[in-house]
């Protein structure tokens, strides 16, 4: 089993995919190892949320995702 | 009544906003806004040229329950009678509805403010991804700074 991390918006792109799994367990440090340079840099940033198993993270940092777990990368939105 | 729903095909805001009235007899008012994707002709509207045609994305687990979780606050805050919030996602073109907030209420200051309320957070807080072709290829929107302030506005 594995971690699906999902990039959505301009990540999408900057990724190149929609996206990828990883082993678990993954938190924060192991997800910015596994996302490649950009997209950490883009994650340290404020304004990008992560969310995980459906529910946005307070605190990004303390990401704890497990076997099965889906982690969302959600950059700045732009709807209606 | 609370109708919200994600749509991926074209539609017609008077076909929804119509039985959505006729449900509520005994309402004072009603508000509803339409947004649509714009053309984007002329010289001030420089941002907006050339637009062909627009994509919307959005998050499953997440757009849909926070769009709930933001009606029910609409009907409370507002003493609404009913609240109709239908957002498109995928692609469009210039021309086509992507959203459609309708407010029924006994009076008509709760059905205006519900739908300037639901607006703001839609544009600013909602999870929804914009981008627009244009000639030379698909561009990502970031959020203007405005809608933050718009925002702003409804927080206590």
């Not at chain 2, 994707?37 to 637009?51: I, L, M, Y």
């Not at chain 2, 329950?65 to 805050?77: F, G, K, W, Y």
């Not at chain 2, 907030?101 to 703001?120: K, L, N, P, W």
């Given at each position: ?15 190149g995919m929609d996206s990828t799994q990883v082993e678990a367990p993954l938190d924060w440090a192991r997800l910015l190892k596994a996302v490649g340079e950009d997209i950490a840099a883009q994650l340290q940033e404020e304004r990008v949320n992560i969310a995980c198993g459906g529910r946005v993270l307070s605190d990004k940092t303390e990401l704890q ?16 | ?156």
């Open positions: 089993m594995a971690v699906k991390i999902i990039f959505l918006g301009p990540l999408r792109d900057m990724a995702a497990s076997d099965g777990d889906e982690v969302a990368l959600l950059p700045p939105v732009s709807g209606g | 009544m609370k109708d919200v729903r994600l749509l991926t095909e074209m539609f017609i805001p008077g076909a929804l906003v119509g039985p959505f009235t006729q449900a509520h007899p005994g309402l004072g008012g009603v508000c509803t806004f339409v947004g649509e994707v714009r053309g984007g002709e002329g010289q001030d509207a420089k941002d907006d040229w050339g637009v062909e045609a627009l994509e919307l994305s959005h998050y499953e687990p997440l757009t849909l329950p926070t769009m709930e979780t933001l009606a029910d606050s609409a009907i409370e805050r507002f003493d609404l009678m009913g609240l109709l919030m239908v957002h498109r996602v995928g692609k469009m073109r210039v021309g086509e509805p992507i959203v459609c907030v309708s407010a029924a209420a006994r009076h008509r200051r709760g059905a205006i403010d519900a739908v300037d309320f639901c607006m703001d957070h839609l544009k600013a807080a909602a999870w929804f991804w914009k981008r627009e072709k244009r000639a030379d290829g698909w561009h990502w929107i970031e959020p203007r700074s405005d809608d933050y302030a718009d925002l702003a506005r409804w927080s206590e």
